[in-house]
């Protein structure tokens, strides 16, 4: 059976030192959640936060990777692809998404008028009232994976959107119907994460 090596460097968030002494631990399995381990091999960060795994494949199934104790460990990447050697680069602990939201629109509202917005989600969202003034109206940490569940190898480009509404029943109307074939007020847009900025356009009629 042959061997194949998986390579990083392990870092808190983009910009941080490089961790040394982490523990981390490479799964492969079926339900790609890390809970029947039908193969786990792990490993510790060096001073310069390097890590290496060498494992012999058990099955062409995605590996991902997870971070902390040997008791209690969390995902922090899935999908690794099976029987590749692979360099994964720098992966972060807390791999944050920063996405600048600009408005542009050239309805005029009135002071009883109020915006309602949230990106990638319904819940959290946030509000403007009006008069509502064109260019850069808000600035969002996310972690990366939010709108898939797990940050993940295979998906560097991570696809959301904007919701939104003039007041709180319009913007309802996107949060009923948001997973619909035809939504009401959605902006898609990609996100690329890993240390980029994103900005999002929330264009409206």
Not at 34 to 63: A, E
């Amino acid at each position: 059976m042959p061997a194949y090596t998986i390579t990083g460097n392990l870092r808190e968030n983009c910009g941080s030192p490089p961790l040394s002494g982490a523990y981390l631990e490479l799964f492969q399995d079926g339900s790609s959640l890390g809970t029947s381990k039908s193969q786990n091999v792990n490993t510790t960060t060096d001073n310069n936060g390097h890590f290496s795994f060498t494992y012999k494949n058990s099955s062409s199934l995605p590996l991902l990777l997870r971070y902390g104790t040997a008791s209690s460990s969390r995902r922090i990447l899935i999908g690794i692809p099976a029987e590749k050697n692979i360099d994964l680069g720098d992966i972060y602990v807390n791999n944050k998404v920063t996405i600048i939201l600009k408005l542009n629109t050239s309805t005029v509202y009135s002071t009883a008028d109020t915006l309602y917005y949230a990106i990638g989600e319904i819940v959290g969202y946030k509000t403007l009232p009006a008069p509502l003034t064109n260019g850069i109206i808000d600035t969002f940490y996310k972690r990366k994976g939010f709108t898939l569940g797990d940050n993940s190898y295979n998906v560097p480009v991570e696809q959301t959107a904007i919701y939104w509404g003039i007041g709180y029943s319009d913007f309802y109307n996107s949060a009923i119907s948001w997973n619909t074939s035809n939504p009401y007020h959605k902006i898609p847009f990609s996100v690329n994460g890993n240390c980029k900025i994103d900005t999002a356009y929330l264009n409206i009629p």
